[in-house]
């Protein structure tokens, strides 16, 4: 029986919870027209302070994603945010290509796109599917303690998301490649969403993996503190009644229980659902 989608909305609302350009500042970059990202007002007060002054418009011009980079060391420098030691991409659009890299602590600062890679690690058993899921190290900068996906993280500067999805499956849970590699892609999820941090612009594209009964997940790293094997039932009702989930896992769960019929998909609510997972950016 199909879940009634109106419970599991509050989810969507809460990674989509600004809107663009929300008064924010737009960050231009030299040889484009659309705003390369956007600046909320505690770090558009301090650009002018660090050499990067504002146009007569409100917006900021940078001449090439090099100079942004060496400006966000500058602010991270200063305590306007947390380097995290970690390239990634820079990108016009969620899928365009690669204009140059910053450190990823930089991407919400400025309001840029971001890329990342979830993985629904599935072990199907004769009384319904199961999900292995993760619990966050209590320790995490970001969102400690919080049930996660098997496997789950941002694509880094130089991997598309299936070599991501490789390293972050041996890092986080030492899933053999052999296995990684039957992972399927099953769609992507997009939201702006306002966070601590900074402002989210985040692409995450979607796998479901088919496990043998037999695999057993071993934390690789000091960033997850355990796994479980989840009826997906049980998985279904978390989502539903709590936040224990890290916010963007939400999103990748909905849409799981959408493609298996967990959600009435065809009611209103199921449609704002479904339609609500791909945000502009």
């Known amino acids: 029986m199909s879940e009634a989608a109106g419970p599991f909305l509050r989810h969507l609302a809460a990674c989509n919870n600004t809107t663009l350009p929300g008064g924010r500042a737009p960050l231009l970059l030299d040889g484009f027209r ?17 050499g990067l002054p504002a146009d007569p418009a409100g917006a900021f011009r940078i ?4 100079s942004l980079a060496r ?3 500058v602010l991270a420098d200063a305590g306007l945010f947390r380097t995290r030691n970690e390239a990634f991409d820079v990108r016009m659009t969620p899928r365009g ?5 910053i450190d990823r602590g930089a991407l919400p600062a400025f309001g840029l796109i971001a890329a990342g890679v979830h993985v629904n690690g599935i072990v199907e058993r ?3 599917a199961t999900l292995w899921i993760g619990r966050r190290a209590a320790d995490k900068a970001l969102d400690p303690d919080k049930l996660d996906h098997l496997v789950a993280g941002g694509i880094p500067a130089g991997y598309d998301a299936a070599a991501a999805l490789r390293k972050e499956g041996e890092e986080e849970c030492s899933l053999p490649a052999a296995l990684a590699a039957n992972a399927v892609p099953v769609g992507h999820i997009t939201y702006a969403m306002q966070r601590p941090e900074g402002l989210r612009r985040d692409l995450l594209d979607c796998f479901d993996l088919v496990l043998p009964a037999d695999f057993q997940p071993v934390p690789n790293d000091d960033e997850v503190a355990e796994f479980r094997l989840l009826p997906l039932a049980e998985v279904v009702a978390l989502v539903r009644d709590t936040d224990e989930f890290k916010f963007n896992v939400n999103l990748v769960l909905i849409d799981l229980f959408l493609r298996r019929g967990l959600i009435d998909s065809a009611s209103a609510d199921g449609k704002a659902l479904r339609d609500g997972l791909r945000s502009p950016l």
């Open 34 to 50: 659309q705003p390369l990202g956007w600046i909320d007002a505690a770090i558009a007060g301090a650009l002018p302070r660090h």
């Open 63 to 66: 001449a090439d994603v090099a």
């Open 71 to 73: 400006l966000g060391r």
């Open 97 to 101: 290509p690669s204009l140059g890299t």
């Open 126 to 128: 004769p009384r319904g």
